[in-house]
């Protein structure tokens, strides 16, 4: 089951003294089986819950003067249970899925792993298409052990596509995975 909350966080409390992140009521917590998440939004976005979920996604990050259904750049989370599965299946069957949905046109490419805030690498892959236009840029998986999770990158053509995927690394560069842990007993 997908169990996330939404967090008011206090700024600064988690990310340091990061200027780039602003830790507030669209700041997605999720609580994994072996870590625990923090996923703020970027600048100017706001966290949406239930029309990405009913999109299939768990959660989706808008520009805040824009509606969920007409966004001109959304990144989509998804949060899966691995349940024994690998992450090289994960992405072998989105591979796959994404070129059936596409065509064999659409060149998806791993480039370098995008280091998330404690420095963990999220595996990261470019959508593109010689000819014609692709929404879904980029996507990220962050291996957490007992769930990945993954970051997807979908634009409008009217979107230069350089500046959506910058925003799109420095979420994956903000997003913050930590160890689960108890307080301790006196």
Do not use: C, W
């Not at 599965?85 to 995008?114: A, K």
């Amino acid at each position: 089951m997908r169990q996330f909350l939404i967090a008011i966080l206090l700024a600064g409390s988690v990310f340091g003294s990061s200027k780039d992140v602003v830790l507030d009521s669209n700041t997605a917590f999720y609580d994994g089986e072996n870590l625990r998440y923090v996923i703020p939004a970027p600048r100017q976005f706001k966290l949406v819950v239930e029309e990405a979920y009913a999109d299939g996604y768990s959660m989706a990050f808008v520009p805040k003067l824009e509606s969920y259904d007409s966004a001109s750049v959304m990144i989509g989370v998804n949060i899966y249970k691995l349940r024994g599965t690998s992450l090289d299946s994960v992405i072998m069957n989105d591979t796959l899925s994404l070129r059936l949905h596409f065509g064999r046109q659409v060149d998806m490419r791993e480039v370098q792993p995008l280091p998330t805030a404690n420095g963990e690498a999220a595996r990261t892959f470019y959508l593109k298409r010689e000819k014609g236009f692709v929404p879904n840029a980029a996507l990220a998986y962050f291996d957490g052990g007992g769930e990945v999770v993954i970051f997807e990158l979908v634009l409008t053509e009217s979107v230069m596509r350089s500046k959506a995927e910058q925003l799109f690394s420095d979420f994956v560069r903000n997003f913050k995975p930590s160890k689960r842990g108890t307080l301790g007993n006196r």
